[in-house]
């Protein structure tokens, strides 16, 4: 477990969550990961999705939010809810329904109907047992009206309001729209404060993990004196308006995966491996570590996490220097996968995982490299494997010591560690095919000699 998690009970701790819609399912993994290991926090604050997982949070009603994530649906949130695309392509694939949306919606400034989302909360949302916790509770709204922020704590809350409060937090104009509330319009509280850490150290919080899933919103600057461990999902998550299932729980599985690997329940880095490949990791990490010697070629502790965010393309936080900090050189490998499209929201078998990256790599260094640059390998992958090519051609010798010619240290470190896998599994890879094939030899011959029992064999097979 990060040392960080190990006294947390030890001072006044704080939950912080963020919001971002769609991608605060991520936020129900990390809670799914917290509860497993037995930490829980004292106070809670939340925005927009925050607020809503944050109050779920203070009534205990984790299995109630994963059951409502694995049967989630876009129309469970607001009527017609359109999931905006994350790249340019498909927002040019889709730019009719898309403009419709704006143009019923956004421009008209109606927002969608989200009658299904207030269903929600009514369903889920309890005050008598919200109010019993001994978790103590605040969330960010902002008051359209009076074009101010205001924060409401639990003590603030009533069996009349709360709800309302929750709603009002989440009302992300001009999607949704806004909610009226004590003679006021309010809006979504991430218009002033999507990362609400303010609002748990008012509740007296010293230590606060603080959760961003990189929703539309301000981030306000964090009081240094707080000890805060700052998370950003490191896997990419879909578009804060994308409610379909199989988005919402990536998301979930994502956070519970991310957060798991703090903890201690499993190990790697960008990647996730069963905790039992723990010492096999630290092997292929010796195993780099001398190839990378005898080829003369040193990577800084720094130069690795930079990699780390040039090839995954996560933004830093005290998650990401965590878990891919440039402690070892088997990060790069994960790179590698990541480039390969190696799926990393799932739970690997080191050896299954690396058995699949050497297949996805010979299948890419295989092509024309003319059919390298499709939509199933990324632009860089042909790079890397051009340089990895000259590498087998030529000799780490005459690559690496006649200079870089404008390319990249990391597709150089990752072509290296291509060829450093390639050398250490493929004789293996070769020798478990060849002895099923002098095993099939044998069988074939045995047949030759008993013709009978082989058809035997065959009829019972």
Known sequence: ?????????????????????????????????????????????????????????????????????????????????????????????????????????????????????KDVIARLFNYQVFEASPVNFACMTFNLTRRRPEAYFKDEMNAENAAQIILASASCYPAFPVMKMNGNEYIDGGYWDNIPVDLAEKMGAKKVLAINVEGPGLVLPVNKEIDTFTIRPMIQLGSFLDFSKDSCMRALNAGELEM???????????????????????????????????????????????????????????LSKTLCGGQTLFELVEDLAFFAGLDPVKVWNLQDFLNTLMDVLGDIHARPFTAIDSAD????????????????????????????????????????????????????????????????????????????????DKTNH
């Not at 096999?280 to 965010?309: C, H």
């Not at 990324?378 to 390319?407: K, P, Q, W």
């Not at 020798?431 to 002098?438: C, F, G, L």
Request: hydrophobic share 40%.
């Open 1 to 117: 477990m990060n040392s960080w998690f190990d006294d947390l009970s030890a001072v006044p701790n704080g939950l912080a969550l963020g919001g971002g819609g769609a991608k605060g399912c991520y936020e129900i993994g990390v809670w799914k990961a917290l509860r497993e290991q037995g930490i829980r926090f004292e106070r809670v604050s939340g925005t927009s999705i925050g607020a809503l997982v944050g109050a779920m949070y203070v009534q205990d009603s984790l299995d109630s939010m994963i059951e409502f994530v694995q049967t989630i649906r876009p129309d469970a949130i607001a009527e017609d809810l359109f999931a905006f695309p994350e790249n340019l392509g498909k927002w040019v694939s889709e730019r009719k329904e898309i403009s419709g949306f704006l143009n019923k919606y956004i421009f008209s400034r109606t927002g969608m109907d989200i009658s299904p989302l």
């Open 260 to 318: 798991g690997k703090l903890l201690g329940r499993w190990c790697g880095h960008f990647y996730t491996f069963d905790l039992n490949d723990e010492g096999n990791l630290e092997f292929w990490n010796g195993y780099l570590e001398f190839m990378f010697s005898i080829a003369r070629v040193s990577i800084a502790p720094k130069d690795i996490e930079t990699f780390n965010q040039w090839a995954c393309g996560y933004t830093p936080s005290t």
């Open 377 to 456: 390998v990324d632009r860089r992958m042909m790079h890397i494997s051009m340089i990895h090519a000259s590498l087998l051609r030529n000799g780490l010798e005459t690559v690496f010591h006649r200079g870089a010619s404008g390319l990249s240290p990391a597709e150089y470190a990752l072509a290296l560690v291509w060829q450093m896998l390639e050398s250490a599994l493929r004789p293996v890879k070769e020798e478990n095919e060849d002895s099923t094939e002098a095993g099939k030899s044998t069988e074939n011959e045995a047949n030759a000699d008993h013709p009978a029992q082989a058809e035997t």
